[in-house]
């Protein structure tokens, strides 16, 4: 079974860092796109950052410049380091990857999501 996994969360100061990680794992024969997500109370789920499997990135506008992804394909492993942190960010973050694996004896593509992990800025 094919599952993501993140860690990093909790709560920082206005202006502090955080580096959230998500490691995929299970019978994985390829990861496509990675990426950050968040959603804040009242509010829609709203993509953050994307990697795609050659290392390419984009980035939601308000986080330009403070956020950085990246990833280690050796470690089906993707982080977002979060620098400059603003009330604004608090949210629960979630870890999303296109993977092709074996699930149920068969090859599938499916897209994954991780369980969240709660992000809090505190002003």
């Known amino acids: 079974q094919v599952q993501l996994v993140e860690s990093g969360g909790g709560l920082v100061q206005a202006g502090g860092s955080l580096r959230l990680s998500c490691a995929a794992s299970?019978?994985?024969?390829?990861?496509?796109?990675m990426g950050w997500y968040r959603q804040a109370p009242g509010k829609q789920r709203e993509m953050v950052a994307v990697i795609t499997r050659g290392g390419s990135t984009s980035y939601e506008d308000s986080v330009k410049g403070r956020f950085t992804i990246s990833r280690d394909s050796a470690k089906n492993t993707v982080y977002l380091q979060m620098n400059g942190l603003k009330p604004e960010d608090t949210a629960v973050y979630y870890c999303n990857a296109d993977i092709i694996g074996i699930v149920m004896a068969s090859t599938q593509r499916r897209d994954y999501w991780g369980q969240g992990t709660q992000v809090n800025v505190s002003s």
């Open positions: 299970g019978r994985i024969l390829m990861i496509n796109n």
